[in-house]
């Protein structure tokens, strides 16, 4: 069965062997560049994934984050990222004044903007998770408020008026039926 | 008396001392004492004797309380809790026996383990940091956080599952992991090499995952050994955005080429293919010539 999965994964070509050209990076080489010592057998990266051209990845990570570590000696598990607003140019202008005016209670009097987390027992998870929050940050600070247009608004009141009437309209009928089935005494 | 009573001198002294003393014989050995404590043997004695231990009539005294678990009437503890299929099918679920990265730093601060070769299961299993008994289910190793953060060593480790913050500390250091299956067999060949040698049978292919991890080892987030390897770049860099380090490049590193060996799908060890026979004892490899068997090895 699994077998199957991986022979689909191959694609439809002729399993030759594709000249490799050493390039000195990670994901290439990790395939088992093969020497012609090595063993490959029919599940061999090589053969499962073929070589396509790709673009390579670019890695870095945002600058301009801090991370201070309290000045507890003792195992420290929180985690604690501040930068300075203004000048955080990887940030929009308009959305770095927005940041500023939402979480005003966050910044400081040198103008820096603090976060904490102590989610978990682990330092690494709640540098992840105080970066998580300032994405989350950013995210609503992009974010546009939607602007109902007139002839909309209008129609949004007449939709809700005609649900009352309809409603009331039930109601009566409702009242008119259970009316008809009461016996007074007479 | 014991000539182990003599405490005296080391090495000469005590051969001197040995030779004056009488032969050591059943007539001249005795326990320490305070070794050998007598039971209280019931019936006999001012401690042993009078009730033996049993109290004051009733059923204590003469036998007959009820069963184990009966609580007088009222519906038992082991009746009134519904049954639910906790344990159900253990016996059929597999188990990774868990490794922290605080052990592993531990066995590489120690030297057991040589972080300048790849590590595998074996090595783990020679430096005695765990102990993986194939027979009660186990599957291998799973990399676990505890020790996340002081964890400072660049290694090419391979293992069976490993959470996402284990993966995220070794890359982060510069290191290599990949989660790779072995099925039962191949596990126990794995673990210990040497009497599966000395049986003299031929290293057989290791067997690929079964359906419901077939998802798992496919996967570059879990940086399985059936991902495609052009996703892990990406899924590498996916993790250090998301914890927060420079991701260091480990071409420029000296160590590139043992980091990035890694083992073919089908095969147990590095080095040795399936299909060939190891003689321990005349230091020989005996590799298959046969054109089937050849075809067979290489499937």
């Known amino acids: 069965m699994a077998a199957r999965v991986l022979r689909g994964l191959c694609w439809a070509r002729p399993a030759l062997l594709p000249a490799r050209t050493p390039r000195g990076i990670l994901h290439r080489a990790a395939a088992g560049a093969a020497p012609s ?150 | 008396m014991a000539a182990a009573s003599r405490g005296g001198g080391g090495g000469p002294k005590a051969l001197e001392l040995l030779r004056a003393l009488p032969r050591v014989s059943l007539v001249n050995l005795r326990p320490n004492p305070g070794a050998k404590k007598s039971e209280r043997r019931r019936g006999r004695g001012r401690h042993g004797g009078k009730k033996s231990g049993r109290g004051h009539k009733g059923q204590r005294q003469r036998g007959n309380r009820p069963r184990l678990g009966f609580e007088g009437g009222q519906t038992p503890f082991y009746l009134i809790i519904p049954k639910y299929g906790y344990n159900e099918g253990h016996s059929h679920r597999r188990q990774y026996h868990p490794l922290s990265l605080q052990k592993l730093q531990y066995l590489i601060d120690l030297g057991r383990v040589d972080p300048t070769q790849p590590i595998d299961l074996t090595q783990l299993t020679n430096a005695r940091g765990v102990t993986i008994q194939p027979l009660k289910r186990d599957y291998g190793v799973q990399l676990v956080e505890k020790g996340a953060d002081n964890f400072s060593a660049k290694v090419n480790i391979e293992v069976q599952m490993a959470s996402e ?55 570059a987030k879990n940086r399985g050994y059936l991902a495609n390897p052009s996703n892990i770049p990406e899924a590498r860099l996916e993790l250090a955005k998301k914890y927060g380090y420079v991701l260091p490049d480990i071409s420029k590193d000296e160590l590139f080429q043992m980091l990035s060996t890694r083992k073919d799908p089908r095969q147990i060890f590095f080095g040795l293919a399936p299909g060939w026979v190891v003689n321990m004892s005349e230091k020989k490899i005996l590799k298959p010539t046969d054109e089937r068997l050849l075809r067979y090895y290489s499937s």
């Not at chain 1, 991370?67 to 990222?81: F, L, M, Y």
């Not at chain 1, 998770?129 to 408020?145: G, H, P, V, Y």
Request: proline share 5%; glycine share 4%; with cysteine.
């Open chain 2, 165 to 219: 913050l284990a993966i995220a500390a070794i890359e982060k250091n510069g290191g290599v992991i990949t989660t790779g299956f072995y099925d039962p067999r191949s596990l126990e060949i794995l673990c210990k090499p040497i009497p599966f040698f000395l049986r003299g049978q031929p290293i057989p292919k290791r067997m690929l995952p079964p359906e419901d991890l077939v998802r798992y080892y496919t996967d």
């Open chain 1, 37 to 186: 010592s090595e063993f490959r057998s029919q599940y061999a990266l090589d053969r499962l994934y073929p070589e396509q051209k790709r673009s390579d990845a670019e890695e870095g990570t945002q600058d301009g984050t801090k991370q201070t570590s309290p000045d507890i000696p003792v195992v420290n598990s929180k985690a604690e990222v501040r930068f300075h607003l203004a000048s955080a140019d990887w940030i929009a202008e308009d959305v770095r004044q927005k940041i500023a005016v939402m979480h005003k209670n966050k910044i400081n009097k040198s103008g820096e903007l603090i976060l904490n987390s102590e989610v978990s027992r682990y330092q690494m998870k709640n540098l992840a998770d105080c970066l998580e929050k300032i994405r989350n940050m950013i995210k609503e600070a992009t974010q546009k408020s939607s602007v109902v247009s007139k002839e909309n608004s209008q129609l949004l009141i007449a939709r809700v008026q005609k649900m009352n009437r309809e409603r009331l309209r039930q109601k009566k009928i409702n009242s008119t039926i259970k009316q008809s089935r009461r016996v007074d005494f007479d």
